[in-house]
């Protein structure tokens, strides 16, 4: 053992570190690669140590991986060692498109107050254990956050007006207490008598609307959690007075309070060490944009057309996005009853794909590509959350593109400190097709606010129940929308629109064909998008 | 949490009360976020409810300024909540952040294997967790200063060492380890005559236990 092996130890030890072979043998090759003089050994392990520790995942013993992970984010800085230059980060290194198959399942614990990691594998089946707790971590997560809100929570002073202050009850509550008001918070559900009933925790209560006027803002849904008063009468019904959607909670707040769980299974990050990105991404990255893309109908000509020329327009304004990301449907007719023609024609438009993007190198390159399967689609399931598209059709795409990602829908994107989720459904029919109130006398606008407002206020990507459109039950926190996104991408054939609602800036980009070609650029450094049109009748010039 | 209730300040005792449970069993209790966010309401509708007691205090002073009125006996009670409040969440926070240092001292510093334990990670605030980290990083560079070989301000000082070598018995297996003397194969259960600052750090998280 030379005088070097016995300081890198002693550094290590300082830290209350110990080596393994494997690890000390790496930290002199490390050595080794940068050329070190024995005077600069100390600082440089000293270096070293100290960013190990920093790391999440370090252990007392020095594991080789995280060694080499944060040895390369040193040197990443280190090639910015030069003051004049400012620090260079990759974006690349911060983009993690991640699938919801992979986010490990968090339980919303009663008893101990917070969300608890179920260490039992998920399976596709799902268990009648965590059908139940995938309904109850809805209600739990949303009641949680209810009773945190200021307009509910028990007044602290205790004063005259407390008898009129109404506060959150229970439907085991109501029992033998007619003629007195309540406050319930509980899933809108169809008893079986075909009465609309609301249901919590505990048990369930019929709905008697005659004496409300309207509803509050957004759109009730059967199976939406709502937020319920009324006064509770002799036949066992409550008269309600007024319905709203529960109130929803900033990304901030829930970050203060949930920060140091992993929501998205790719380590948790600190609250300080949030708002240190927040700022080099908006400084550094101000001119970085991701661009989304639905409904690329891969069957029709004129969608290879669009896509050239926005590629194209890309290269001569030499401005490349960081990310492509392609929502399905990748044909514009359904085909999961096709014939074995259509498949394969279903295929070859995608090898067309790859071969179109496979002649901008810039792009198939440097660029990410993100494929998100739609409803029409031909994946494994066709229930939420859905897999990927499968391999087979993807093959070329893989082959040619450098970086190109398959999730499932819906996916999650880490950037940095934002969470950006994708959906591909078509969300605002489906919602509509199951209401059962909405205010009277709604324009298209309102209806668009409505959908945002719901889907975030009930912190759930599908707020209908089980049995019109269920969903994989261990893989339901996949569609949870608890601390909120930082960005959410509704991809619907709906109407484009952008709504920003309590910080997350929510959006769809539209169909690529329509009038023109259509999609969105969003900007993480201004979390906003933009909205981009590339005139149709420009045809003829490509 | 009980809602019939109460009169001002009642949250604030619970709060400390619990303080004084984790004190007398030693443990540290889930960071009570509700009851803290509850106070901090309380104490800004306490401070509304002060508001216009003030205003009409301050108007009845400038009414006649030669035979100043004291303030209203309202307002020096809702101040001496305010006050009160306060001072118990100040203290609740005290408390818990100087039980954070000592289970950081009694680790020897190894705040990895303090915040990979689920069980107290999870009681632990986000904040928390950060000021750990930033109080980590303060150690660090006040040791750095120190060298790396004079003095290791981590050791115990209740238990003065007087010995230079210690045997050890392997309690959790953390495999080969190597020392400034050489290469050693720590397994459950074997025991070891180890020079004492190789391991100690060992000792301190639990993986070895020292003999007689």
Known sequence: MDSRDRLIIKVFLKFSNSLGPEALSKVNEILGEIEASDDDVESIVERLATEYNKQDDAQMKVSVDVLERVYESLQEQGDTSDPDEKEVIDPSSHLYVIDAFEMPCWHWSIERGTFEKVSTPLTVSGSAESRVSAVRDRLDIIRQCVLRNEHFAPSTLPSRDRQRLVTLKSTKQLLGRAGERFLLLGMLTHSKEGKLCLEDGDGSVELDFSKLDEPGEGLFTEGCFALVEGEYTEEGTLEIIAIGQPPCETRQTARSIYGHIDFLGQGSTSILEDSKLAVRVQEDLADLHLFFLSDVWLDQASTFVGLRKMFDHCIENDFFPTMIVMCGNFTSRSISHGSSLDIQRYQDNFDSLADLISEYPRFSRYVHFVFVPGPLDITVNSILPRRSLLSSFTARLKSKLTHAHFPSNPCRIKFFHQEIVIFREDLMSRMLRNIVGVKPEVKSDDLKKYLVQTILDQAHLNPLTANIYPTLSDFDHALRLYPLPTALILADKYDRYKVTYTGCHVFNPGSFLGNSYTFSAFKPAEVNSEECFLDLDAQEDT | ?212
């Open chain 2, 1 to 212: 949490m009980s809602v019939e209730t109460r009169q001002y300040g009642d949250l604030s005792t619970q709060l400390v009360l619990e303080s004084r449970r984790s004190t007398a069993t030693d443990t540290l209790l889930k960071y009570n976020d509700s009851l803290v966010r509850s106070i901090i309401r309380e104490q800004r509708d306490l401070e509304r409810a002060a508001a216009p007691l003030l205003l009409q205090a301050a108007a009845a002073a400038e009414d006649d300024e030669d035979n100043a009125q004291p303030p209203p006996p309202a307002l020096m009670i809702l101040q001496t909540a305010i006050l009160r409040n306060k001072r118990c969440l100040l203290a609740y926070h005290h408390h818990r952040t100087a039980r954070l240092r000592d289970m950081y001292w009694t680790v020897g510093g190894a705040l990895p294997h303090l915040l990979s334990d689920a069980d107290t990670r999870s009681r632990l605030s986000p904040h928390e967790a950060d000021y750990l980290r930033q109080y980590h990083d303060s150690v660090m560079e006040y040791r750095a200063d120190l060298g790396t070989s004079e003095l290791d301000i981590m050791a115990g000082i209740e238990k003065p060492v007087n010995d230079l070598n210690v045997l050890v018995k392997v309690k959790k297996e953390c495999g080969v380890i190597e020392t400034e003397l050489g290469t050693i194969d720590f397994r459950k259960g074997q025991r070891f005559m180890v020079r004492r600052a190789d391991i100690e750090h060992l000792i301190v998280q639990g993986y070895l236990e020292e003999l007689g």
